[in-house]
């Protein structure tokens, strides 16, 4: 994937402000071998996918439905525009 098509969120240090997210950034420091103990959401992500990714897909699918059905409302909303207007 070229840097234009890169989500710039992904190569963000990811930031340990709850309970949850200190435990994943060290687990994920502490497999990766983060230099500088630098963890980015990238890694995170590559991480979840190799050890749990049926929770990827959950999400993935989930987000995939939601867009799908958000193109239809739209399709139909700028059907009903142009009739309305004719």
């Not at 992904?10 to 994920?28: F, N, Q």
């Not at 071998?33 to 980015?40: E, I, K, L, N, R």
């Not at 190799?50 to 700028?78: K, M």
Request: net charge negative.
């Amino acid at each position: 994937m070229d840097n234009q098509e890169q989500n710039p969120m992904l190569v963000e240090a990811a930031i340990p402000d709850t309970e949850l997210k200190r435990w994943l950034v060290d687990y994920v420091g502490n497999r990766t071998s983060a230099p500088d103990g630098a963890v980015t959401v990238e890694m995170i992500v590559e991480t979840m996918s190799e050890e749990f990714p049926e929770f990827l897909l959950v999400i993935a699918e989930e987000n995939f439905f939601r867009g799908y059905e958000q193109a239809l409302t739209d399709l139909q909303e700028a059907q009903d525009h142009e009739q309305s207007s004719q």
